[in-house]
């Protein structure tokens, strides 16, 4: 029987960090230039540290890396990225993907520690020459997310990523958002071409367009003013975004459901994106106002879209000018 994770796998976060996933040199097997991952200090991200291998050949320095996840971290600042009651029982590498099979202690992993624990791994072993995937089992099942889906081999491919090498980059995208209609009580669609620097993620950009007033007559931001966005990140589809407790600071004149959904329909739009985990300060052990748990992923819902067909184009710029050198 397959296992499941933990409600609302995910969350948090997230991450934070994201920056949290920024890329590792691929076929690193090499003495440098590796990086094995651990979560940070507060534990909202991912942190590469510099190893030097000890081994050669794929297989011994999978059981090296095997060895240095499970051993405590003496260094403050480098938080082991599962707990010490989390074991990798055994591994099996097939066809250049590495199976990881973990005890069931997995499964108790909180969901946000679980998520950045995943990404760390995924992010450690895919250094290695000969591992371009990562698979994960649970008491010999293959591990599922909240909705009972298999997580499936995790590559590069998984993560989204924005590392921001070329900060003055300007790019232009064309972000479909969903604002709090007049009455509060359903969502209004709008269409802006946004102009922004490419170390800014495009589902953070979403986020932080959805925080500001729209263009639309009318509409108006469904997120609580004075909140503030610690971080956007995006694992397997999985969106998370991470609002200070100005998230919690409550508008009773715009619907519960109208807040969570303006954020998971904006951000569902993006190829990315398949659900959304909402979470305070990293915390997801809570429930918004009376209904709607931040330990759940949430899917796409298009219910509440007075005015579906009202496509507002606003064009913006976003912190680096169009044009900016």
């Known amino acids: 029987m397959k296992k499941r994770l933990k409600t609302g796998k995910m969350l948090v976060l997230f991450l934070t960090v994201i920056a949290l996933f920024v890329l590792a040199g691929c076929g690193a097997g090499s ?3 590796f990086q094995i991952y651990y979560l940070t200090e507060d534990g909202t991200g991912l942190v590469g540290r ?13 059981r090296e890396i095997i060895d240095q996840l499970s051993e405590k971290s003496k260094e403050v600042d480098y938080v082991n990225l599962f707990p010490q009651d989390v074991r990798i029982e055994k591994y099996q ?65 998984s993560f989204a990523d924005n590392p921001g090498k070329n900060i003055k980059n300007i790019q232009e995208t064309e972000l479909t958002l969903y604002f709090a209609s007049k009455d509060g009580k359903g969502l209004t669609k709008e269409v802006q071409k946004v102009y922004y620097n490419s170390n800014t993620s495009v589902e953070k950009l979403a986020v932080e367009r959805l925080m500001k007033q729209p263009e639309t007559e009318g509409a108006k931001s ?3 003013e004075g909140t503030h966005l610690i971080n956007v990140s995006v694992l397997d589809g999985v969106c998370l975004v991470n609002f200070d407790e100005g998230f919690l600071v409550q508008n009773y004149d715009i619907a519960e459901p109208v807040v969570i959904y303006s954020i998971v329909d904006s951000l569902t739009e993006l190829p990315s994106v398949n659900t959304v985990q909402i ?29 579906e067909n009202q496509d507002v184009n606003i064009i913006v710029e976003e912190r680096g000018e169009k044009g900016e050198n």
């Open 31 to 33: 003495k440098s230039g």
């Open 50 to 62: 510099s190893y030097e291998m000890e081994s050669s050949g794929t297989e011994n320095q999978i």
């Open 93 to 157: 590498l097939d066809d250049k993907v590495l199976k990881l099979y973990f005890n069931k202690a997995y499964e108790k992993m909180d969901p946000v520690e679980e998520v950045l624990c995943r990404g760390g791994i995924v992010r450690t072993f895919l250094q290695l020459e000969g591992v371009e995937g990562v698979s994960f089992y649970v008491d010999n099942a293959t591990l599922t997310d909240v909705n009972g889906d298999i997580v499936g081999v995790m590559t590069q491919d």
């Open 222 to 224: 469904a997120i609580p």
């Open 279 to 307: 979470s305070v300060n990293g915390e997801t052990n809570m429930t918004y106002r009376e209904d709607y748990s931040l330990s759940k992923q949430y899917e796409r819902n298009l219910d509440l879209v007075t005015e």
